[in-house]
């Protein structure tokens, strides 16, 4: 298994930046595929971006692609998420999860990872 804790949330206004953090304990942090995930009042959870165990590419949402990055420290297991230029609709809480088997196809899907992070706030004020 693997535990994951969030930080880094934070209220911004709009044009701002923050960065997420997810600390990662337990098992062998690089055979995991990492995600994070956003979940807004009312709304279904949905993805944001990934990185892949195996290649380390990255896939992104298409509301975020060119303002978040994610990328991975295997050395510090940890993984990060850059958003820049936040824009209020990206008001929400945000998880990191992690899973062994994702792939390309399940990758986007957050019943597909087993490991969750308990959450971080992000709030961008307009």
């Known amino acids: 298994q693997v535990q994951l804790v969030e930080s880094g949330g934070g209220l911004v206004q709009a044009g701002g930046s923050l960065r997420l953090s997810c600390a990662a304990s337990?098992?062998?942090?690089?055979?995991?595929?990492m995600g994070w995930f956003r979940q807004a009042p009312g709304k279904e959870r949905e993805f944001v971006a990934a990185?892949?165990?195996?290649?380390?590419?990255?896939y992104y949402a298409d509301s975020v692609k060119a303002r978040f990055t994610i990328s991975r420290d295997n050395a510090k297991n940890t993984m990060y998420l850059q958003m820049n230029n936040l824009k209020p609709e990206d008001t929400a809480v945000y998880y990191c999860?992690?899973?062994?088997?994702?792939?390309?196809?399940?990758?986007?899907?957050?019943?597909?990872?087993?490991?969750w992070g308990q959450g971080t706030q992000v709030t961008v004020s307009s």
């Open positions: 337990g098992r062998t942090f690089s055979i995991y595929t």
């Open positions: 999860a992690a899973d062994p088997t994702v792939t390309i196809v399940t990758m986007r899907i957050h019943a597909q990872y087993d490991y």
């Open positions: 990185i892949r165990r195996t290649t380390g590419n990255s």
